[in-house]
């Protein structure tokens, strides 16, 4: 990256690469962290003796942290400077995974992880704001394509460095690996980040806040509980799920209604009156269900649709990771040159062809076929999230800019809790259909095949998902600010 400097609104120049750095360094760490103990939840079902719908809580205690912070972010970024809010989600970042490495029961690293999401979702909302105040919208692309790097690459590395550390050494090594990295992360911000932002200490309103934990924190918790489910709770019939929702679901309208009346609102949805904005906004939602099912959908249907082992499946899915992470800034560089519409159209029609092979996926289907498909699915969505994302946010005016990362960043989080949820739930549905259609379906042999017909009606969803996402690029347009 060029070590270009950037102008506030107020003409302040910033020295940029130190500040992204600052934020690719930490934001590395942070994304390895919360996919690297996937790949552990088996052993510490047998460790700590729990079910693994308990388990589970390691992951939907981490996403309802961030479904019920991350909305107030855009309020905590204009009560506090950048280095403090840059400091506050490295400690509580540190905090936990130092929590997690030393945790002896299951109950210390719940609560570690939810320590981790809140330096989490201080942090994203944080990096994609402060990119939008110290780049033009001309240099956008470029930065917003290097954080893409990092958000796609740390999750890509993390189950294939975590299976190889879980192989050699205990869990626990995950987080302590993690730690001296956060440490340098703090002490690198400590040196070079910058207060970029105008802190105007708008009214808080805590009607408002406590709307906006129920509404969101009760949808990614309905979501989320419905795709642990199984037959064990009951899945979308279960009281939890369906009361999780209609209250989440209550709560965001009474919170939108709210907000439109308020003069000082937490979340400003005037962002909603600029239709590149919604449309970037539908975009990237779209891509995060896409992108979540089929991170779960992908490793089951290698670990029990072909039997190879996780060690094997998280190398097969690295490549696709490794490639999306490093066409990033590639992408970022051709959005600054060329726009989003030659970007997001080809890589929504990618997406959809390589859905529509995954839906024909079988137990006989070959490694090498799944990882060209992943790749392609990779390079595909690539093109989508990032030139969607930029393009949305450089339509709003510089004031907007905290609601709008922050509902961004919400959905995001909303997206996956109802992408993973669904999936699910279609794959278990597939699985009892075709087990009913056999003779014997306690026989060990229909399990693979089970659970193959599962995952491939679960890619016909995200496959409708895409072709949506398709039909839906052809109205997106340049946006030129004029601020």
């Excluded at 490295?90 to 490495?101: K, R």
């Excluded at 109802?418 to 056999?438: D, E, P, R, Y």
Aim: net charge positive.
């Amino acid at each position: 990256m060029d070590a270009v400097k950037g102008k506030s609104m107020e003409g302040k120049q910033f020295k940029t690469v130190p500040i992204v750095a600052s934020f690719l360094i930490a934001g590395f760490i942070g994304m390895f962290s919360e996919t690297a103990l996937n790949m552990a939840l088996n052993d510490l079902i047998t460790i700590f003796n729990i079910a693994p719908t308990t388990v589970q809580w390691l992951t939907t205690g981490f996403l309802l942290t961030l479904g019920i912070l991350v909305p107030i972010s855009g309020l905590l970024l204009q009560w506090f400077e950048t280095r403090q809010l840059f400091f506050a989600s490295l400690a509580f970042s540190i905090l936990g995974t130092l929590i997690a490495a030393l945790a002896p029961t299951f109950e210390f690293l719940l609560v570690a992880r939810i320590v981790q999401a809140v330096g989490t979702a201080l942090l994203l909302p944080l990096m994609f704001n402060t990119i939008l105040l110290i780049f033009p919208p001309e240099k956008r692309g470029g930065a917003m394509g290097m954080i893409g790097l990092v958000i796609m690459f740390a999750p890509a590395t993390g189950p294939t460095i975590s299976g190889l550390i879980i192989e050699n050494l205990t869990w626990h090594w995950i987080f302590w690996i993690s730690l001296p990295f956060l440490v340098f992360a703090l002490l690198f911000g400590i040196r070079y980040m910058e207060n970029v932002s105008t802190v105007t200490k708008p009214k808080i309103d805590i009607l408002s806040i406590l709307l906006s934990t129920l509404g969101f924190g009760g949808i990614v918790f309905g979501f989320s509980s419905a795709g642990e489910g199984g037959d064990h709770s009951g899945g979308w019939e279960s009281p939890v799920v369906i009361v999780s929702l209609i209250v989440g679901v209550l709560s965001l309208l009474l919170f939108s209604i709210r907000q439109l009346k308020m003069e000082q609102p937490m979340i400003n949805l005037r962002t909603f009156k600029y239709p590149m904005f919604v449309l970037g906004l539908l975009l990237v939602f779209m891509s995060m269900m896409i992108i979540l099912s089929t991170m779960l959908l992908l490793p089951m249907y290698l670990q029990g649709g072909l039997g190879l082992t996780s060690f094997t499946a998280g190398l097969l899915l690295l490549p696709g990771g490794l490639i999306n992470g490093f066409l990033s800034p590639v992408m970022g560089r051709l959005f600054d040159k060329y726009g989003p519409k030659w970007l997001v159209l080809p890589g929504l029609a990618l997406c959809t062809v390589v859905l529509w092979f995954f839906t024909g996926v079988t137990t006989t289907s070959t490694v090498a076929l799944i990882i060209v498909l992943h790749s392609c699915l990779m390079i595909g969505v690539s093109m989508i999230m990032m030139p969607a994302q930029t393009n949305g946010l450089n339509q709003l005016p510089p004031q907007l800019y905290p609601d709008g990362t922050a509902i961004m960043n919400t959905l995001q989080q909303v997206a996956g809790a109802i992408g993973t949820a669904i999936g699910v739930s279609i794959l278990a549905s597939g699985q009892k259909t075709f087990l009913a259609g056999v003779s014997n379906p306690a026989d060990p042999v229909n399990i693979p095949g089970a659970l193959t017909a599962g995952v491939q009606n679960a890619f016909v969803f995200a496959l409708i998902v895409a072709a949506i996402g398709f039909a839906c690029s052809f109205f997106i347009k340049r946006v030129k600010p004029k601020h």
